[in-house]
């Protein structure tokens, strides 16, 4: 009976050491989205509005296509061009899909590792402050929330980014709800088959309050990226990339892949694959590996492993 009494003991203690180390985490990572916006949303007055806008996708790499969708949301946000109103605030969130979606999207000579994409979004975004990133790619909700947590005097309304051709595809304007506000950024060949869908559905052609609808965008795409840095043709990918992502691609495009051995065997992500990043995997290594981070091998509590 002792005996069982001082397994069951030890597994208790576990799971507590486990779960202490999960918040850390948690809370590290909450502090690296929002600290970087302190200034932006330090600003807002006691009861202002702040709209979050986010973003998900592979962005292998980012384009000035991905930026602009931001800069119309908000323009169409603070300015109260919308059905949705008028914002004392807007701030942006990007988020990344995994490795693993990206390469059997891809493939591994084209795709470009996860942490790779996170900088060139910092390059990207360096001239907006309002503009970030979260490691937390299904979780825009969970964002809101955190944000709300820490300007509890500010009223935060959620909008997700999503492309005409997807919105068209899935009917997402029936998904849209006060809880996660829509954009939808028009792009051609897509613009007229939408506006009759939302016709057809009773949607007017500007959107609703949950579901805006924003401008036709140009054409802007990755892959025409990807194509002018595989002939190292720095004209063409500076039509269609900020200069800092456009030199740093260069300097690297000999090695900026994912590495194939390793990130073929990860299984195709799911919402909850992509959940279970949150702060669980260490940059990459000099090998190209990722490792899964247990935080019972961090050190006795009070210590602190570095996982940035």
Known sequence: MAAAASGGGWRELEAAERGRCQRAEEERITEAVWAPL????????????????????????????????????????????S??????????????????????????????????????????????????????????????????????????????????????????????????????????????????????????????ADFVVGPELPEVSSTQAREALARRDRDSLLKVLHPAVADWLLARADRVGVPGPAAQKRPHPDAALQAKRLGRALPESEGGKRRRVDCMDRGPPGSRGDHR
């Not at 998900?56 to 602009?68: A, D, K, Y």
């Open 38 to 81: 302190e200034t932006v949303l330090g600003a807002v007055p006691e009861g202002g509005t702040v709209a979050l806008v986010t973003l998900l996708g592979s962005l292998c790499p980012v384009t000035r296509g991905h930026v602009q969708c931001f800069e119309e949301a908000r323009r169409l946000l603070l300015g109260g061009g």
């Open 83 to 208: 059905p949705a109103g008028s914002f004392d605030c807007v701030v942006g969130l990007f988020a990344l899909n995994l490795d693993s979606y990206v390469q059997q999207k891809l493939g591994p000579d084209e795709a470009i590792r996860y942490d790779d994409r996170r900088r060139l979004i910092e390059l990207a975004t360096a001239a907006h402050p309002w503009l970030g990133f979260s490691p937390r790619a299904t979780s825009p909700k969970l964002e809101a929330g955190k944000l709300a947590e820490r300007w509890p005097k500010l009223r935060v309304s959620l909008f997700v980014i999503n492309g005409a051709d997807d919105v068209l595809r899935f009917r997402k304007w029936e998904q849209a709800s006060p809880q996660q506000r829509m954009i939808t950024m028009l792009r051609p060949g897509s613009t007229e088959p939408l506006v009759a869908a939302l016709a057809a559905a009773g949607v007017p052609a500007s959107g609703t």
